[in-house]
């Protein structure tokens, strides 16, 4: 009834139902048998209405019976339910209750004689379910139970007090007779099981061995000839076995071709063991046959006998060539990697460590490289996997082929590559080797009707002068690495010790900016952004700004960068824009609020959540709030960026494109998203105060296009009056600039604003 510790239910349920369904005829003649006997006993006390429906019931339940029984015929191929099993009880159940019906209806409409023999009736049922029913002890007990209870409550309500006893001892031994009988057989069911899978197991084991034909034995004389050669170490030679009668062994392994012992380390250690008479196991050898090589594993000890005299070898041999075969393929994976067919991380690690040894060994220099290739993220995420795969296994070829003799190229992982230069020695060598990485992986690569352009980043660091072991060298070169990309990429940055300070500076500020919101270290200010017409603040920019109380201020040139590569700029961001939306509630409702959003947040699933709380929480409404993004978002994933951003314009928020024309400047973003301003970078202002005619002409076509699409513009950058005015002329429409008022904190915000309401 419960599950057990040795086995799981549903398969000891499976060992004791299977065969129920053999006998299950039987039993059902049997009942129904007896519910006639019971008719004809008290047709004659009983009305016939209920006698009949009574039987019809006995019937119907009987047959469904019938039907579960012979349902676990088919319980060798299946395993036993829950449902199955207590729906069997339930059809048991029933038939009981029906007899149980019977000694409380019929019975005190007879005589004593047919209560006697009525329960008769009943207990030889009882004891023939107790009898066929051994294997599943559940059913027999329950009807037991159910019966015996039944029977001793009428001979208590007819006053028999003797049968009571009689009937409930009676049923007591049935049911525990049917549990115990249960146990006996799905003992010796468990017990017939396992012997048959033992049976099952060794059979299968010898068939598989008399397969594979793998073993043979082997018999060598005092002069190494081979003696009474068995058909399958024949086989395995390739050769008759009466060619093989009295060749050497040695030469039959060798092959025809004569070589030294000292060529093959296995065949070297076989004769090293013949020659001195001694017992060897698992000796691999390499064998040569007509169809090429095998490899053999061979076990052999000398014969000699009772009197010590010496009269060859006897072992045995197999061929274990598939084995050898994949665990050359196993190690091969585990140096390899299976994409570029370059050495992977590990095998770089050895082969670094390595040239180390040989640097210290004759007092030279060695290189180690770490390469990253610029750009491919947004190829591969905008072409697919697959595609950019496919470019690395070509970037992996122009590797190989820029590299000589004593430097060895690997892939690390993802997109970075790695190279060792064993012997660096010769000055300008790593410099060189390094501007043809470059120069071979930024020509451009043709792919299905592609053609595409990558760069390559290269950081370098010279061992042992800049490490002795492996993991210093290693990280000193991914410290050049992270600078060569801060530089722009596409080129190469050597490792000074200067980098190992200032990554130890990075994780200390990483660590500071990620207590920064905790401690209350963190704040917003505030830039006016005014019309360009009447100079009235129409909105504010929200620029955040950190005191830390370990670094002082720290500039956001410095950590929002840092925040970004950490992906820390997910919660400072959303802390930017409860905060700015919070106190843009306390300013006059025609002057908005700005917040810039970095690609990081925007790939964030939940974002446009985090808008419809900020705004929630602090009151704002949407139309108040201005969500600037630069053209970088869209280069990792622009999909997603522009599902966000529609969700938030959807809101009702607006949406600012940030420094257009500075970075991809791609007018597909502007076909396909509502923007609601463009900002023109402070470098064309500047360069337009300067007399510059490019930058006057990109200012008026940003302008035109603006006006075309029904957006507005916002000049940034502007520093007095002269550029102000220019600006005005030239028709943008909001102007941003120290000229209208520094970044400023909340309160000096507010004040501004309340100056503005007096003046007017």
Request: proline share 3%; aromatic share 8%; with cysteine.
């Amino acid at each position: 009834m419960k599950d057990t510790e040795e086995g799981d239910w549903s398969r000891l349920r499976s060992l004791q139902y299977s065969s129920l369904h053999r006998e299950t005829v039987g039993r059902a003649s049997a009942n129904v048998a007896a519910s006639l006997v019971a008719f004809s006993i008290y047709s004659s006390h009983v009305g016939i209405a209920l006698l009949a429906l009574w039987s019809l019931a006995q019937l119907l339940a009987t047959l469904n019976l019938l039907r579960i029984e012979q349902k676990f015929s088919h319980l060798d191929g299946r395993r036993m339910t829950r449902s199955d099993f207590y729906g069997h009880l339930l059809a048991v159940g029933a038939l009981a209750s029906l007899w149980s019906f019977a000694l409380f209806a019929f019975v005190p409409k007879g005589q004593m004689v047919e209560h006697f023999a009525l329960w008769t009736i009943v207990g030889m049922i009882v004891a023939g379910a107790s009898a066929t029913l051994n294997s599943a002890p559940a059913g027999p007990a329950l009807f037991g139970l159910v019966t015996g209870m039944a029977g001793s409550i009428s001979f208590a309500l007819a006053g028999d007090w003797y049968f009571v006893v009689v009937c409930a001892t009676f049923a007591g031994i049935a049911v525990a007779s049917a549990i115990a009988n249960g146990r006996m057989y799905l003992a010796a069911r468990i017990a017939e099981v396992g012997v048959a899978e033992k049976s099952e197991v060794v059979s299968l084991l010898l068939r598989e061995h008399e397969a594979n034909e793998a073993d043979w034995l082997w018999q060598i004389d005092v002069n190494r000839k081979v003696r009474s050669p068995s058909p399958r170490f024949a086989f395995a030679l390739g050769r008759d076995r009466a060619a093989v009668e009295g060749e050497s062994l040695l030469r039959l392994i060798g092959g025809e071709i004569t070589r030294d012992a000292s060529e093959d380390k296995g065949l070297r250690k076989l004769a090293e063991n013949l020659k001195q008479r001694a017992t060897f196991s698992d000796l691999l050898v390499q064998v040569q046959v007509p169809d090429g090589h095998r490899w053999w594993e061979l076990s052999g000890a000398p014969i000699v006998d009772e009197n010590g005299t010496f009269h060859g070898f006897r072992g045995v041999g197999s061929d274990v060539t598939a084995q050898r075969d994949r665990d050359e393929k196993i190690a091969y994976l585990a140096r390899y990697d299976t994409l570029s067919g370059l050495p992977n991380r590990l095998m770089l690690n050895e082969a670094l460590a390595d040239a180390l040894r040989y640097c210290e060994q004759w007092k030279s220099r060695c290189a180690f490289l770490m390469i990253d290739l610029d750009r491919f993220k947004s190829i591969n995420d905008s072409l697919g996997h697959q595609m950019g795969d496919r470019l690395l296994a070509k970037v992996s070829q122009r590797l190989a082929s820029v590299l000589g003799e004593g430097e060895m190229c690997g892939r690390l992982g993802g997109d970075e590559f790695a190279v060792v230069i064993r012997d660096a020695g010769k000055i300008g060598n790593v410099e060189r080797i390094c501007e043809a990485i470059i120069t071979s992986l930024s020509k451009p690569y043709n792919l299905d009707h592609h053609t595409l352009f990558i760069g390559a980043s290269v950081g370098s660091a010279i061992g042992p002068r800049d490490g002795s072991s492996v993991e210093t060298l290693m990280r000193n070169a991914d410290l050049a690495l992270y600078r060569a990309k801060d530089e722009g990429g596409n080129v190469h940055f050597s490792y000074v010790p200067s980098l190992h300070a200032e990554a130890e500076e990075r994780r200390v500020l990483e660590g500071s900016l990620r207590r920064a919101i905790a401690n209350n270290e963190l704040q917003l200010n505030f830039q006016p952004v005014v019309d360009a017409n009447s100079e009235d603040v129409v909105s504010f920019e929200a620029l955040l700004r950190w005191n830390s109380c370990e670094h002082g201020k720290v500039s956001p040139a410095k950590f929002i960068p840092l925040a970004e590569d950490t992906r820390l700029i997910v919660p400072i961001g959303n802390w930017v824009l409860h905060n700015a939306c919070r106190e843009a509630v306390k300013w006059p409702a025609h002057v908005r609020i700005a917040v810039n959003v970095s690609g990081e947040q925007l790939l964030e699933p939940d974002f446009a959540n985090e808008v419809v709380r900020a705004l929630a929480d602090s009151g704002l409404p949407p139309q108040r709030l201005e969500v600037e993004v630069t053209e970088s978002v869209f280069l990792r994933d622009g999909r997603t960026a522009r599902e966000t951003l529609e969700k938030i314009l959807a809101l009702g928020c607006t949406v600012a494109l940030d420094d257009f024309g500075t970075g991809y400047s791609s007018l597909g973003y502007l076909r396909s998203l509502r923007f609601s301003t463009i900002k023109v970078d402070r470098s064309f202002v500047l360069g337009a105060s300067e007399g510059s005619q490019e930058s006057v002409a990109i200012i008026n076509a940003v302008v035109a296009m603006a006006r075309s699409l029904n957006m507005t513009t916002t000049a940034e950058g502007v520093e007095d009056k002269e550029q102000a005015r220019m600006i005005g002329d030239l028709g943008c429409d909001k102007i941003q600039g120290y000229y209208f008022g520094r970044p400023m904190v909340a309160e000096d915000a507010r004040k501004l604003l309340r100056m503005k309401r007096e003046a007017a």
